[in-house]
């Protein structure tokens, strides 16, 4: 686990273990952090055993546990969630909403993350990176989506990361 805990799964029932195994093929297949999340641990999972919401006892079982592990360990990886190594970070983040993770920036704009990505690396869209986060400067994007809109070209690049990105997520 994130936390560095080992859980005993050797209790889980066939479904069960079916079900961390679909989890983990969506983090492995970089569905988006918030739908794992929704599988995992939201309303009507099998880890809150059919119930919509969530109490004490549910959350200290090892399948709901292990469910929000994949979940956590998908955020991280989407740079969604701070890995705890960079927790002491977590001051610098901005918290007046003047930022969006990049995947809210994709959405903004239009592209793909990895689309959003290369426009950071290239200097194009104005980003912060703490750790294993970035996010980006939210008027930053809506200049980006207007100047893209202006131009009214898309990169053979984006097309091409748009298909491949919407092929790669095809479960």
Same mark, same amino acid.
């Given at each position: 686990?994130?936390?560095?805990?080992?859980?005993?799964?050797?209790?889980?029932?066939?479904? %069960? @273990?079916?079900?961390?195994?679909?989890?983990? &093929?969506?983090?492995?297949?970089?569905?988006?952090?918030? /739908?794992?999340?929704?599988?995992?641990?939201?309303?009507?999972?099998?880890?809150?055993? @059919? &119930?919509?919401?969530?109490?004490?006892?549910?959350?200290?079982?090892?399948?709901?546990?292990?469910?929000?592990?994949?979940?956590?360990?998908?955020?991280?990886?989407?740079?969604?969630?701070?890995?705890? /190594?960079?927790?002491?970070?977590?001051? /610098?983040?901005?918290?007046?909403?003047?930022?969006?993770?990049?995947?809210?920036?994709?959405?903004?704009?239009?592209?793909?993350?990895?689309?959003?990505?290369?426009?950071?690396?290239? @200097?194009?869209?104005?980003?912060?990176?703490?750790?294993?986060?970035?996010?980006?400067?939210?008027?930053?994007?809506?200049?980006? &989506? %207007? &100047?893209?809109?202006?131009?009214?070209?898309?990169?053979?690049?984006?097309?091409?990361?748009?298909? /491949?990105?919407?092929?790669?997520?095809?479960?």
């Amino acid at each position: 686990m994130l936390n560095g805990k080992t859980l005993d799964l050797s209790q889980l029932s066939p479904a %069960e @273990g079916a079900f961390l195994r679909d989890l983990r &093929r969506m983090a492995e297949r970089d569905i988006s952090y918030f /739908e794992i999340a929704r599988t995992a641990i939201g309303p009507g999972s099998p880890a809150l055993r @059919g &119930r919509q919401t969530i109490d004490r006892r549910t959350a200290a079982t090892p399948l709901y546990r292990a469910a929000e592990d994949i979940a956590i360990h998908a955020g991280v990886q989407q740079g969604l969630i701070l890995a705890p /190594e960079f927790e002491h970070l977590r001051a /610098e983040l901005p918290t007046d909403g003047s930022h969006i993770s990049v995947a809210q920036a994709a959405d903004v704009i239009g592209i793909t993350r990895a689309a959003v990505y290369k426009a950071i690396n290239a @200097g194009t869209l104005h980003a912060l990176k703490l750790g294993n986060v970035t996010v980006v400067n939210r008027q930053a994007a809506v200049v980006y &989506r %207007e &100047r893209r809109e202006k131009s009214g070209l898309v990169s053979a690049s984006d097309e091409t990361e748009d298909r /491949e990105h919407a092929t790669s997520r095809v479960p």
